[in-house]
Structure formats: C-alpha cells, structure tokens
C-alpha cells in the first residue's frame, strides 16, 4: 500500500528532475564548506556558491511539490548551473554543472500523463457504423488572447 502511494506520487510529477537539481545544489553548496586545499576560492567569493545551491534545492523542490511550475523551475535550473560554471568552483568541479543542467532538462520536459485513449477494436479495424459521418463544419476562431490558432 504504502509502496505504490509512493509509486503514484513519484509519477505524477518530475521527480528524477526534481532529483538531479537537488543533487546538483547540494554538491554547488557543499564545496565552498570544504577545506582550503580542496577550495578554489575562498572567502566572499563562496557566497554566490551558498546561494546557487540553496535556489537549485529549492527549485527542485518546487518541481517535486508545485508540478505545475516546472517550466520555470526547469529553466532557472538550467541557468543557475550554467552560471554556476562561472562563478562556483567551476559548478562544483562540473559534477554540479552537468546535474543541473540534467535536472533542469528533465524538470522542463516532463509532461503528465495524458488520460488514456480507448483501445482500438480487437480486429485493429474501427468499430462500424451504420450512419455515415457528416462534414465537418468550419470551426470558430480559437479564443486564445494572444492570437495562437491550433
């Protein structure tokens, strides 16, 4: 029981996005708390190492409990371990560059499950019918405000 309510709801949002920028802050994050020999830079130049990682965990969160945001979580992701090539230890000497951007690929993409079609007939053919189809008649302009049509 427990184990596929677990199941249900790593399905229902992007988790292994989710996962991978978590991953990805925490090893951005981590690195400047390291000891000097293994440290890049040091000092306030740490800072936008700290704060990097902390946005990238909680953007990653922000996939796992508010799905319907992942569009600009999978973005800023994205860009936040792009920087952070720049400006932290080379993005957590690229192990957190490569999971970020990972991440934040995986986090953008997904899509929830779309409610299933019904299955085709077991012949492979369509079902029938005794009345034919009539045409169809031209379809009004689609409401969309910004003018997008289908």
């Known amino acids: 029981m427990l184990l596929r309510r677990w199941r249900r709801w790593r399905r229902s949002r992007p988790f292994w996005g ?58 800023l992701t994205t860009l936040i371990a792009t920087a952070a090539l720049v ?11 490569l999971l970020g951007i990972l991440g934040g690929g995986l986090v953008f993409a997904w ?8 299955s085709p007939s077991p012949s492979g053919s369509p079902a029938p019918t005794s ?10 302009p689609h409401p969309d405000p910004q003018g997008a049509q289908p």
């Not at 899509?111 to 019904?118: E, I, K, L, T």
């Open 111 to 118: 899509q929830p499950d779309a409610a299933r079609s019904p």
């Open 131 to 140: 009345t034919p189809t009539p045409a169809p008649s031209p379809s009004p």
């Open 87 to 97: 400006l932290s230890n080379l993005g957590g000497f690229l192990i957190g560059t």
């Open 18 to 75: 989710g996962l991978f920028a978590v991953l990805a802050g925490a090893e951005i994050c981590a690195l400047p708390l390291a000891p000097l020999k293994v440290m890049l830079q040091q000092g306030v130049a740490g800072i936008p190492s700290v704060l990097m990682g902390l946005v990238m965990i909680v953007l990653g969160l922000t996939a796992w409990f508010a799905p319907a945001q992942r569009g600009l979580a999978g973005v």
